[in-house]
């Protein structure tokens, strides 16, 4: 079976926040920030990593509420965003650059946070290693939750390509044509992108674990107890799209 590619510079690159932002919505931030700061029942004073942390948009809220964060993502241009907003907010938060299969820390921190479906981006053995290395830097009892897609609802859902999402900025258009693997259990997205006149065409993939494979995963890292839940946090069904998953280190 040939080898799909993720191009991660393409796809993580300026064109990214460009297409992102509008939905990205202060608002939106501000509600996921509950949201996590409810799952993990974070007091002020936590010790907290977000990973990956994007731009910061969630690094900063939970920052802003006391918690001490530190955020880590591979791609220097959102680092250097995420900074520069924290500076703005005269918020303190270590922002690193990393991998998440060899994270840049050693905590021991209360929780770790996996936000907005950044879970998936490697082959089965390092996506295990990810999940390896949070329970590695988290306290005994320390809490990770992820935002992930859900596998068995988002694939009773899907349809396949040439059906196409495009999300439009103004006259810039992002068109993503994205396919099913049964074999490797991903979704394979080729996107193009019009922007100011230029064309760019890359590939990604995201790898959706079943939940009995999510429960399996997180024993096998070292966890002793997790939830897999719906995003309204009842049992997930073919009709959810997404999953929170909570596991103690």
């Known amino acids: 079976m040939p080898e799909f590619r993720f191009d991660f510079e393409a796809t993580f690159g300026d064109d990214y926040l460009h297409f992102h932002r509008p ?146 900025v103004g006259d810039d258009a992002m068109v993503d044509v994205t396919e099913f693997d049964p074999v490797r259990g991903r979704l394979e997205t080729v996107r193009t992108v019009h922007r100011d006149g230029q064309v760019r065409r890359s590939t990604h993939f995201v790898r959706m674990p079943t939940v009995p494979e999510w429960m399996d995963w997180l024993a096998g890292a070292g966890f002793g107890q997790a939830r897999i839940t719906d995003r309204a946090g009842g049992e997930p069904t073919l009709e959810s799209w997404n999953l929170l998953v909570v596991a103690l280190a």
């Not at 390092?126 to 990770?144: M, S, T, Y």
């Open 23 to 168: 939905y990205l919505s202060e608002a939106r931030s501000d509600d996921e920030a509950v949201e996590v700061v409810r799952l993990l029942d974070l007091r002020p004073g936590a010790r907290v990593l977000d990973a990956p942390c994007g731009h910061g948009r969630i690094a900063n809220r939970l920052a802003a509420t006391g918690a001490e964060v530190v955020g880590v993502d591979a791609s220097e241009r959102f680092v250097a965003e995420a900074r520069r907003q924290a500076e703005r907010q005269g918020l303190a938060v270590d922002y690193r650059v990393g991998d998440l299969r060899r994270l840049p820390v050693d905590g021991p921190f209360d929780a770790a946070v996996c936000w907005f479906n950044s879970f998936g981006y490697f082959d089965d053995d390092e996506n295990r290693q990810v999940l390896a290395e949070f329970h590695r830097v988290l306290a005994p009892g320390g809490a990770l939750v992820v935002d992930a897609l859900h596998h068995d609802g988002f694939v009773r859902h899907f349809t396949e390509a040439p059906d196409a999402v495009v999300t439009e």
